[in-house]
């Protein structure tokens, strides 16, 4: 969508915008997969919190910055915030599934994804907010961030093949499918 708009409107302003609020899109919806999936009533408030805070502080960064710009510090933010929460429910699943190993759980695969991809991002945008005038930068950028986003995906393949084989194996053994056949979809 951004490419289009850039090659529509020839500017970079409209890519920055487009952007900036992929971040809260982003930040809001795997936000909304973590409060699912956990059940603390204080973190779930917290995640709810945070959220308007990160709107009004992107907000804010876009109409203080001079001129437009990817906004690199509320990516940083975002990731961190991300970070935060991930670690937050890899200690709740933790305490939760006790009878299953962790790596049978499709939302473990889903996390182990985001919080690579989150952490690759961060270390990134650090990384290309000190040295984007370098001569072989954009070089470099490419490839740590195609080496991210493969690592994301083969996650995100791992978690959906678990959770193939634990709906194969609800079959194979005649139970019925239902919410307690599946290991922490239970709200």
Do not use: H
């Not at 609020?21 to 009533?41: C, D, M, Q, R, T």
């Not at 699943?93 to 473990?108: A, K, N, S, W």
């Amino acid at each position: 969508m951004a490419t289009i708009l850039l090659k529509y409107f020839g500017e970079f302003y409209p890519y920055t915008v487009l952007l900036r609020f992929f971040n809260v899109i982003e930040l809001g919806f795997i936000s909304w997969f973590i409060y699912l999936n956990i059940k603390n009533a204080t973190a779930k408030r917290i995640i709810i919190i945070i959220q308007p805070l990160f709107i009004c502080y992107c907000i804010y960064d876009f109409l203080s910055s001079k001129q437009p710009s990817v906004g690199y510090y509320p990516a940083a933010i975002e990731c961190i915030i991300m970070i935060i929460f991930i670690i937050y429910f890899f200690f709740e699943l933790m305490q939760e599934i006790i009878q299953l190993p962790l790596y049978v759980i499709m939302e473990f695969w889903l996390a182990t994804a985001l919080l690579i991809y989150f952490s690759g991002n961060f270390f990134l945008f650090v990384y290309s907010k000190t040295m984007i005038n370098e001569e072989g930068f954009m070089v470099t950028y490419k490839y740590i961030y195609s080496t991210i986003i493969i690592l994301k995906n083969i996650f995100i393949c791992l978690s959906i093949l678990y959770l193939k084989t634990t709906l194969a194996n609800v079959n194979q053994n005649n139970k019925s499918l239902s919410e307690e056949s599946i290991p922490f979809f239970q709200d």
